[in-house]
């Protein structure tokens, strides 16, 4: 905590990981329990703000579809302004700061002011929700290599995927993994298609991932968005677009494993 005559304040941009607690960094919660003040999202864990000192305050400046509390350029103020006050704020972001979590705008806002700014990398939603499933986003014999994208443009919801995007899927060399993929969902899967994606594309959304509501649902690329409505998915959710996503990926696997490792004994 900051005592009078510390040193000028400073940022630390803090990301929370997927939703649960337990996947926080200890090196985040080594920051959060020197912290003046918590600039919090809304999608962090809960039971991190509740174990707080109660000294610390936390000013919620979450975003939800279609409601931001604050705009980006007045969250930049105000950890700037705190922290040139002289207290140790602690920017608490859900995921990883720098996986579409504007991250860098606030490194650069709090750099321009002259405040020091250190980065915690967290567990990202788009590697710890498939990885929670069950589904692996590079797996041997199968791809090598993912790609992640946001299923929002700066416009808001368009067409979200670029040529890159739609060749990983058309050509199969790459996983595609959406974020904040849910209202996109039509028209990514259309997109698709009409590029030559085959319709038996498996696809894995999982909702809510690593919380204990978590919910997985597996489809074919051309039923995606009609079951995705049906079953109604909800943000936040993680799309996976790839042979990856098959149902059975692990269970072949393994028996193939099983029989070589016969074969070789």
């Known amino acids: 905590m ?3 005559g510390a040193a000028p304040g400073r940022v630390t941009l803090v990301g929370a990981g997927p939703g649960a607690a337990d996947l926080l960094t200890y090196r985040a ?10 600039v919090t999202d809304r999608l962090v864990p809960r039971e991190v703000l509740d174990d707080l000192d109660p000294g610390v305050e936390v000013v919620d400046v979450g975003k939800t579809p279609g409601r931001h509390t604050l705009p980006q350029q007045e969250i930049d103020a105000l950890i ?19 996986v579409f979590g504007r991250g860098g705008e606030e490194v650069a806002a709090c750099r321009a002011a002259g405040v020091p700014v250190e980065v ?3 567990v ?12 692996p986003l590079t797996h041997r014999g199968t791809t090598t290599a993912f790609h992640v994208v946001t299923g929002h443009t700066r416009e808001g919801v368009g067409d979200v995927l670029d040529d890159v995007s739609v060749a990983c899927v058309t050509s199969r060399a790459a996983t595609l993994v959406v974020l904040m993929g849910v209202a996109a969902l039509p028209g990514i899967v259309a997109r698709l298609l009409d590029a ?7 696809v894995a959304i999982v909702e809510r991932g690593s919380l204990p509501d978590q919910r997985v649902t597996r489809v074919a690329l051309d039923l995606a968005a009609k079951r995705a409505e049906e079953v109604g998915v909800r943000a936040p959710a993680v799309v996976v677009i790839g042979d990856v996503a098959h ?7 393994g028996v193939a494993g099983e029989a070589a490792g016969r074969a070789g004994g």
Do not use: Y
């Open 196 to 202: 030559g994606a085959a319709p038996g594309t498996p």
């Open 80 to 98: 700037v302004a705190r922290a040139l006050a002289g207290e140790h704020v602690v920017r608490l972001k859900g995921g990883d700061p720098f």
């Open 247 to 253: 149902e059975e990926l692990l269970e072949v696997a």
């Open 29 to 38: 919660w080594r920051a959060l329990t020197t912290a003046d003040v918590v």
């Open 120 to 122: 915690v990398p967290g």
């Open 2 to 4: 900051t005592t009078p």
């Open 124 to 135: 990202s939603s788009a590697l710890a929700a498939p990885a929670l499933a069950g589904v």
